[in-house]
């Protein structure tokens, strides 16, 4: 099975424009990115709308494919580069996995466990989900919680505490039921990649504003595979960018 890497990278964040080429120690983020994705992948390639980021990343070595400017999700930028790459390289990719390019300490064993979610010939679209350690989280609306089916398929995504445990105090849940928030990275079946793009926006996906819903109701299968793995921070602002920095010092001295 052939499986195909890629990292959606915009330019104009609104946050921090220019985010993907921002450094990181003598790094630009997105090459931290791409290296990680070659711990685990053959073939990576960034997804992006601008010619900078493009040059920045044939100037380290790494190979990027140009979309639109108009996508307005990271899933709709893999739809068309997959389709771009495979044009391209004449290489047949069974499954595309989408990587956030904004985590550039990400574990790379995190693409491993989406891969092994494939194994299964069932299996339409792929993510990753950890269980749920702190109350803090259960409650947090910026996290995507998900409830699973017996076969690990999602259920539902929403950034409300689901599912509600009645009659036990709130800060008692995580004792009561075991609680899953959402990780960022996605697998694709590459015929699957190509209908969802298609789908409408969806009454529920409005409602929670997760892409995934949409997906969901209309009636395609979301396997979860279950990490251990913490999740590493995600940089949106120059704060972050900074807290990055100090953290690259320390992990390269340790």
């Given at each position: ?16 424009p220019g985010k993907p080429l921002a450094m990181i120690g003598d790094k630009p983020m997105i090459q931290h990115v791409y290296e990680n994705c070659l711990k685990a992948l ?213």
């Open positions: 099975m052939n499986f195909l890497g890629l990292i959606p990278a915009r330019y104009g964040s609104t946050r921090l053959e073939h990576v390639y960034v997804a992006t709308d601008d010619q900078r980021i493009v040059d920045a990343v044939e100037a380290f070595g790494g190979k990027a494919v140009m979309t639109s400017e108009s996508h307005t999700s990271g899933t709709d930028r893999c739809a068309e580069a997959a389709n771009k790459v495979i044009g391209q390289t004449g290489i047949h990719f069974d499954v595309i996995i989408n990587i956030q390019g904004d985590e550039p300490f990400f574990d790379s064993t995190q693409l491993l466990d989406v891969m092994k979610c494939f194994d299964t010939k069932d299996t339409q679209l792929a993510t990753l989900v950890q269980e749920v350690q702190e109350n803090a989280h259960i409650f947090d609306d910026k996290e995507a919680k998900v409830v699973l089916n017996t076969k690990g398929e999602a259920i539902y995504f929403s950034r409300s505490a689901i599912p509600f445990v009645r009659e036990v105090d709130e800060n008692d849940w995580s004792t009561k039921h075991t609680f899953y928030r959402h990780m960022g990275i996605y697998g694709y079946r590459f015929d699957i990649l190509n209908e969802i793009v298609q789908l409408p926006v969806s009454s529920l996906e409005k409602a929670e504003s997760l892409e995934q819903l949409r997906w969901i109701e209309n009636g395609y299968r979301v396997k979860c595979g279950i990490t251990e793995i913490e999740e590493t921070m995600a940089i949106d602002d120059a704060a972050d960018l900074e807290k990055a920095n100090e953290l690259y010092k320390q992990i390269r001295n340790d």
